[in-house]
């Protein structure tokens, strides 16, 4: 049986100087994936990207695969910052603005390095560890689900975790999409009525 691949770093980079070989190696990782795959991504290809030995990158990272999750798992907490803000800023706001924020919002992430996000969407699973996804997933959700409980009054009674997954599925597989698959081909003009269908999608399933 194949062994499982070691993807948690070796140890934590503390000092200003191994914080910043850690974030080369995690920048060059990214770069490399984007251009060639993760099948011709390589330890001494990354290394070398990075300026820096392949021993040095062995230092903190076991594999290839440790260094995908460190991908993963940066470029999970920089769409995870626009999706918090987005969700504090709506908090108080009615169901319709807040849905229009939230779609506006999710397109706005996965324009953050939308060729990265693609190719992550597709070798996540080979790095044998898909937990920060699933963080990342599980926060969104409890989020969304806890702008509903707040605002029950404005829809028609619903099972607030069916209604949770049925919006934030929604939303995320539109913009997903649409950022991914069609971004070359939509316009601004277009990108804006993506989000009055996607916000009236939403809103008239709650009500």
């Known amino acids: 049986m194949a062994r499982k691949p070691l993807t948690k ?6 000092q200003e100087r191994s914080r910043a070989t850690v974030d080369a190696l995690i920048e060059a990782t990214a770069r ?12 001494n ?4 990207k990075a300026g820096v030995s392949v021993g040095s990158l062995y230092q903190y990272f076991p594999s290839k695969e440790a260094l ?20 504090a800023e709506v908090a108080v706001l009615p169901m319709e603005q807040a849905v229009r924020k939230l779609v506006a919002a999710a397109i706005q992430a996965h324009r953050i390095d939308p060729g990265l996000h ?3 969407a597709e070798q996540i699973p080979r790095t044998g560890r898909p937990g920060n996804t699933e ?18 009054d404005e829809f028609r009674e619903v099972d607030l975790g069916l209604a949770t997954f049925v919006c934030v599925t929604s939303i995320e597989a539109l913009t997903h999409t649409a950022v991914l698959d069609h971004s070359e081909s939509l316009s601004d003009e277009a990108f ?16």
């Open 192 to 207: 804006e009525a993506l989000v009055d269908e996607a916000t009236r999608l939403v809103v008239r399933y709650l009500q």
């Open 68 to 87: 995908v999750a460190a991908v993963v798992e940066r470029h999970n907490q920089e769409l995870m910052e626009v999706v918090r803000a987005a969700l």
């Open 32 to 43: 490399i994936l984007v251009r060639d795959g993760f099948d011709k991504a390589s330890t």
């Open 118 to 120: 693609r190719v992550l």
């Open 135 to 152: 963080v990342l997933n599980r926060e969104t959700y409890a989020l969304f689900r806890a702008y509903l409980e707040a605002h029950c």
């Open 45 to 48: 290809r990354i290394a070398e």
């Open 9 to 14: 770093p070796r140890k934590h980079a503390s």
